[in-house]
């Protein structure tokens, strides 16, 4: 009957993308997830590095070689947390690398985990101030993308083919 021009044959599909044939195809239900997990790393990554981690590198660099002031600086110092230049250069790398990494999706879970104790520190350091609302924020995020990884949109994933 292949040659009845009323019989029903379905579409061809190809078979990197046919769960049905091909169990380590993604379904439509996880490349979903994994949209929302490159918006929510990019997302996160952009508003960090710009709100906070970028101009926190500049003033850092400038007090490091230039001697001016660092308010970062002395917000760290003025919590009595030891060696407190050595903690805010940690804690602008981290804020700018791990961003990068998060952005593109490589070593994002360690990206994430290691944001995530700069954004519990925060949390602690200013838990009955307003501010801390801002920091649960970023480590919900955080935590979501320490659970789940990057996804299957990252460089990491693309890596791992070639």
């Known amino acids: 009957m292949s040659g009845n021009p009323l019989s029903y044959s379905p579409a061809p599909t190809t078979p990197s993308m046919d769960y049905h044939r091909n169990p380590q195809a993604p379904t439509p239900g996880l490349l979903i997830r994994d949209a929302g997990l490159l918006f929510l790393r990019i997302g996160v ?29 002395d917000v760290i110092t003025k919590y009595g947390l030891p060696i407190p230049q050595v903690i805010a250069v940690l ?8 961003s990068l990494g998060l952005f593109f999706g490589v070593v994002a879970r360690l990206s994430a985990a290691l944001l995530l ?12 101030d307003p501010i801390a609302e801002k920091f649960w924020v970023y480590a919900t995020v955080y935590f979501v993308l320490l659970l789940c990884g990057p996804g299957c949109f990252s460089l990491a994933k693309l890596l791992s083919r070639s």
């Open 45 to 73: 990554a952009v508003l960090l590095v710009t709100y906070h981690g970028w101009d926190q590198a500049i003033a850092g660099w400038k007090h490091l070689w230039q001697q001016q002031a660092w308010p970062f600086l």
């Open 91 to 98: 804690a602008v790398l981290i804020m700018v690398l791990c």
């Open 117 to 128: 104790v700069l954004a519990a520190a925060a949390i602690g350091l200013n838990f009955w």
